[in-house]
């Protein structure tokens, strides 16, 4: 038995298999963080903290010589709980495909969780945010979509400056990306234009507010993963089982010349 205490679960092998098919299904679409930064790992759940390679010397004296201490990031660990009726479960080994609608609200919470960390930062688990901590000043998202194109290529002129090579990732928020779905100027699809400037993904971001666009070079962004998203079983009653989709990770930013945000106007820091 391990940590996640699945072969305690009264559920039989086709109904585990059709949950971490679902949850799968739902987190590949729905992470977008680990489409544009460097995934470290995963590492397994005795993996605690990332070592940064930084030194804080300390003025307090005791020991009789200088001395410091050595700079580590720990690990946060997130649990999303689900339920599921013992009876649906049972329909798998009689063939049936299950419905599983709290799998898939499980899985958008774990991934939004994750997104947002990497985004816009965790300050409780010592988490700095793509966002937060961008160099550059943001650059204001335009209301015609015709002009998305410019700002993007201010961006990319913006990274370039600083000496960040491309290729060139685009994280949009949902109104982002809506909006350039359905832009199309002279009947060209303002997307493809957009595209053209990247050479990079451009990836659905619901925890990013605006866009944000980023090297896509590697080296810039880490996310170090422990335990990689599984589900684990808590319980049951005579009804229902209880569930969880856990993770275990970190998330740190390299270099902070290597994203600038495109804001809505009436929010740009």
Not at 2 to 23: M, N, S, V, Y
Not at 106 to 123: L, R, S
Not at 137 to 163: M, Q
Request: proline letters at 7%; a negative charge; glycine letters at 10%.
């Amino acid at each position: 038995m391990d940590i996640l205490k699945r072969e305690q679960a009264p559920i039989t092998p086709e109904a585990w298999k059709q949950i971490d098919a679902e949850a799968r299904r739902v987190l590949e679409i729905n992470l977008a963080g680990r489409k544009l930064v460097d995934l470290d790992g995963p590492h397994g759940w005795q993996y605690a903290g990332v070592n940064t390679g930084h030194l804080r010397m300390r003025s307090e004296s005791g020991l009789g010589v200088p001395w410091g201490i050595r700079e580590v990031l720990p690990l946060i660990e997130v649990r999303v709980p689900f339920e599921l009726p013992i009876q649906l479960l049972d329909n798998a080994s009689r063939g049936a495909i299950l419905d599983l609608p709290a799998v898939v609200t499980a899985a958008e919470k774990a991934a939004h969780a994750e997104d947002n960390a990497i985004f816009n930062g965790f300050k409780p688990g010592a988490i700095e945010g793509i966002i937060p901590t961008s160099a550059h000043p943001s650059l204001a998202v335009p209301d015609d979509y015709a002009n998305y194109p410019l700002v993007v290529v201010d961006a990319v002129e913006t990274l370039r400056r600083a000496g960040i090579n491309g290729p060139y990732a685009l994280a949009l928020g949902p109104v982002c990306y809506a909006g350039l779905a359905q832009a199309a100027q002279d009947g060209y699809p303002i997307r493809q234009r957009v595209e053209h400037f990247l050479d990079g993904p451009m990836v659905l971001a619901p925890m990013v507010d605006g866009a944000v666009l980023l090297s896509h070079r590697g080296g810039d962004f880490q996310l170090s993963v422990g335990q990689d998203l599984s589900v684990g079983y808590s319980g049951r009653d005579q009804e229902k089982a209880w569930f969880y989709l856990t993770e275990s990770f970190t998330f740190r930013v390299l270099e902070q010349r290597a994203a600038v945000c495109l804001k809505p106007k009436g929010r740009r820091k």
